[in-house]
């Protein structure tokens, strides 16, 4: 069994600045990706940011420049962080995992998501 646990969520101002964090824990064997989502009142969840087991990073236009993802060497920690922040990065933020498990199988693992308040 895999768990993924998010912290870091708070009330910040606009323009400050949070750091999240993904700890993915149990019957890991190798993470493939770790990927950051959010979901905002009344929207749809949507991607914000990932990382792969390769090093490499994507983002979402609308945090590009703003946010960064990293993680350690396994992958079994990611995190992001968030920089000029805007009232519209208000969201519940979820991390997920892609992950081989020592089963082995490959699986798909959600975080039970961490708050991110901003205030204009």
């Known amino acids: 069994q895999v768990r993924l646990v998010e912290s870091g969520g708070g009330l910040v101002q606009a323009g400050g600045s949070l750091s999240l964090s993904c700890a993915a824990s149990?019957?890991?064997?190798?993470?493939?990706?770790m990927t950051w989502y959010r979901q905002a009142p009344g929207k749809q969840r949507e991607w914000v940011a990932q990382i792969a087991s390769s090093g490499s990073t994507n983002y979402a236009d609308s945090v590009v420049g703003r946010f960064t993802i990293s993680g350690d060497n396994a992958l079994n920690t990611v995190y992001l962080q968030m920089n000029s922040l805007k009232p519209e990065d208000t969201a519940v933020y979820y991390c997920r995992g892609v992950i081989r498990t020592t089963t082995p199988q490959f699986g798909s693992y959600w975080g039970q998501g961490t708050q991110v308040t901003v205030s204009s």
């Open positions: 149990g019957s890991i064997f190798s993470v493939n990706t």
